[in-house]
């Protein structure tokens, strides 16, 4: 169960994430119909690091962008994204 | 028979073993109290039956595996030496019949040729008839102990630790490393499988006075470290979280406190294993015979327990532990008749025994399933010698699981000590004491017959199954394990996996560290299955979401329906009535007068702010934006790839606040999109989406009178049909939005949850006034079946797109929804595409979930979403999905369910059944 | 074990209060009008008829009469009532730290998880809003679906705390 440094948080246990998509899945509200679909059906799928998007869906949550590695699940990078917010 | 034997006073706790009533002592083991009764004989071997005695005195142990317990509390292959005795304890021994000592399975052992190791493979080649066959009796000879099959009456709890460090085993090296760490101010956790502080000072008190760990552990708690006796780390994952597994009451005893273990997840800033190191066997002839033993475990007898296991002992080691053993036998009046060194040389201090050098034992002989006889080579020639215990000791291998667990995880060989010591690691763990390094060892010279030298006891794998593997092409240490089954067994290979390595590096050519490791997975020990589930109070583990007004419902007593995690009724029988006929008059009821039922576990959203709209329309396929205040609308929601995944109904409550409705189903699925598009997608937009599904609990009145209905309770105008107004009823606030599931007039009212009842009550009151009733979900079913109602989940199930629903005329033209761009694919709009349709019976009654074909036995075109019959009049009605639905109106086809043996000719029509027009539910 | 006293509080107005623009602003009115900051993340805010507890980044837990609230807000957010789903229930007695270990993976044992902080987390596979009260005292707001099986089970596993 891996811990999640959430920045809004601090350290949090894996469970109270979800993960939700990749990065490279988000399809762009207004975009073009064929760049829509190759966005969605089209995965890099590296093994290595990949940017995910996750949930702190039973702590803040926030949406939180980080850098995982498929293999040894170390997470090199997280942000929150969302809308403008207080410290 | 002559062997163990303890002096003193029997004990006082009660004991049965294989129906015999014993005594045991506070603080034995069962392996201890066991061999303090003279029992020697405990097990009979996996594979080939081989009476089999106590090997170990820790969880090391491969051969005594006991059943403990009675009904669900039975606990199989439980280790005698990992099990303390309590008052009442029933044990029996496993894997023999009619008894331990005249076991027929015994036969097996005679036929052992034929039963190499990877027999069970070769069993596959040949006739499936015959392996049918000797399966029967291969299930029943071979195996271990037996599940239990009543249901566990004990409880397991799990909870969470965190700590800065967690020091695994309270020895010597883990007990200092747990104290020094606590001095530092640290919160320490200590935690030890065995039942006592530091076991192995109370075996060798030379070393230091066992008082010390006394002491120690009263220092480490009043700094606040938490020790644990009587647990296990048992498996080391990401981010230093350790699963520790306490036990509450030993295997088979009723728990004082009602929980029988309790499964830690300690989260660990870092790690100490403190774990030690496991002593080896040697290999040689029936080295597996009831009286050969662990050179340490004997000590470990004798000056723990008190037991002496022998009178005429010889010892043979390869290195100088051994020796302290032979002085503990001595002290306590055991005759040493041998040691058998494999060093040539003579040790330091032998004081006195009858030392041999460059000697190695070569076989047992024994009687009446215990040793008798020991022979060895001793510098070339072969001697022999009259005994009842045989301690053996191939040296020590490093207790190195749970630093191998911890991933990216390193060993390093050390030549001298012939064993694997922890190396780096990519989690902060580090080992001390002997899990760290152990002393050198001699050479260990081969087994001259190695077809009856046991490396893995408990799976019956000898030293000769490993030449056959290699004999037969098996080259990688992956291969050798898995086809002589080496190492799998519940010990895991504790006491076998290095010397198998050992022999397959010689067949290799290469140096051990290059034969390789499998991989070391938890539990360190066997965990039993209820510590995993957890609380066993549940049925079927997930929590029940329970509505607000649950306990109005129950005490109707409805038959309940499981929707997801919640529960909602299904229909309220009166007077006997089943199902079907409670369902029909609740449905009738709507129809005719009135009804009543809970619809509190619709999804619900308050969305807020001057980009309300915006929001939703990205959301919603339909517009929003053209709604007045006071009015809503249906709408539905669309995936990225433009496949309708849900539907529901949007208000406008006031000019800049909407409230959003959805499937229950969907409904944690809706809050994720919605917080998806808000957060992730549309961070700028001004608008709030709060989840309000549980604050308002929301009652559906539908009927040709319900308007009077609601009339009476709110006291004014009542909306109409798709308009919303704010009102009162029994003083509370509520909603009262104008819109019709069922196809009546219809009014759902929405209460703040805590103010629910007294609003029901009124409803109920009134509704029954009027000659009508409650209904649940069947009737829901009926009623919205007639009318053509998409339910999410069942017409609704992802794979159609709003045309196939004929929906497409709601779609916002603006476009700029979500699933637009997946709309826009030429696929989602090409013929031979599922359509919703209607069917109605020509004879027969629609089995639901029935495949649509043309004539039996032709491939399915589609299927029955929903299936009932018709509220007023009498017919089977169904709504599905069919190829080219649209275009077939009038086509007679099959419903078949060829699982239930079920067919109906039906008539593909359109999917409303009642009011097409819709006049029913509108003023 | 120390007694430890489980309680669901009468329902109460509970209010999400949620800033969705010029957060900073917003930030200054409510000073302006109440005296005190809004709470950071795992903080509360405890005035005279109401508390406000910081959830998440753009959002607040009014607990108590939000008047005045609104007025903060402006055009710049927005109070939506959530008191009918949930149920606030106390945990009473010293002991109440490690009940919320039970089936959880938040460290309520820690000494920074002190008097006025806030989490949200998972106990029981139920997601809990917790806040800290006193030494003595923690409330969890829970939602009311899950409330009588949450109750039922800090009440069992009270019995059993070692």
New interface residues.
Partial sequence: ???ITCP??GP?????F?Y?RTVDS????????AE??AR?FTRANPRGLDDE?W?H???????LVLTRHRM??AITAIR???????? | MNGPRRGGAAGAIRFTFDGRALLARPGDTLAAALLANGIGLVARSFKYHRPRGIMAAGVEEPNALVTVGAGGREEPNTRATDLFVYDGMVARSQNRWPSLAFDAGSVLGLAAKALPAGFYYKTFFGSAKRWMFYEWFIRRAAGLGDAPTAADPDRFTQRAAFCDVLVVGAGPAGLSAALAAAEAGERVMLVEQDRILAPSLVRDPQDLDPAWAEATAARIGELGGRILLRTTAAGYWDDNLITVSQRLAEPGEPPAGGIAQRLWHVRAGRVILATGALERPLAFAHNDRPGVMLSQAVRTYVRRFGVVPGRRVVIAANNDDAYLTATALRDAGAEIVAVLDTRPVPAGATSGFPVHNDAMPLATKGARHHLREVSARVGGKVMHWRADLLAMSGGFTPVVHLHMQAGGAALEWDDASQSFLPGGARQNVVSVGSAASVAPVGPTPPPENPGKAFIDFQNDVSLGDVDLAWAEGYRSVEHLKRYTTLGMATDQGKTSNMAALGRLAEKQGVAIPEAGLTTFRPPYTPVTMGLLAGRTERDAGAHLRRLALFDVHQAKTPIWQPLGYWKRPRAYPQGGENLAEAALREARSVRTAVGMTDVSTLAKFEVSGPDAVQLLELVCATTVGKLAVGRGRYTFMLREDGLVFDDGTVWRLAENRYLLTSSTGGADRMAVHLSYVRQFLCPQLKVSVVNVQEHYAGIAVAGPTAKAVLAGLIGEEVPRHMSAVGASIAGSPVMVLAASYSGERAFEIYAEASLAEPVWNACEAAVTAQGGSLYGMEAMEFLRIEKGHLVVGGEVDGRLTPHDLALDKMLNKAGGYIGAAGLARPGLTAPGRKQLVGLEAIAGTIPEGAMLVTALGQPAGGHVTAAARRVLESGSIALGQLVDGFARHGEELVATSPTRSQSAAVRVVAPHFYDTAGERYRD | MTDITITALPAAPLHVFEIWSNPAVVANRFEAALGSSLPVLGAALQLSAMRLIRYEPTVWLAEGDPAGLAEILGADGSLTAIGGGVVRVRLGGPGWRSLLMEGGVFDAESADFAAGSSAATLIDHVNVRLYVESDDACLAYVPLSYARDMIHFWTVAAKSLV
């Avoid at chain 1, 949090?12 to 109270?16: D, G, K, L």
């Avoid at chain 1, 869906?57 to 949406?63: D, K, L």
């Fill in positions: 169960m891996l811990l809004h948080c949090r246990a894996q469970t109270e979800s939700e988000v399809v762009q509200p207004g975009a073009a119909p829509a679909m969605l998007i949930r869906t039973f702590g803040c949550r926030a949406w040894t699940h929150a994204a969302g809308p403008e917010a207080l410290p």
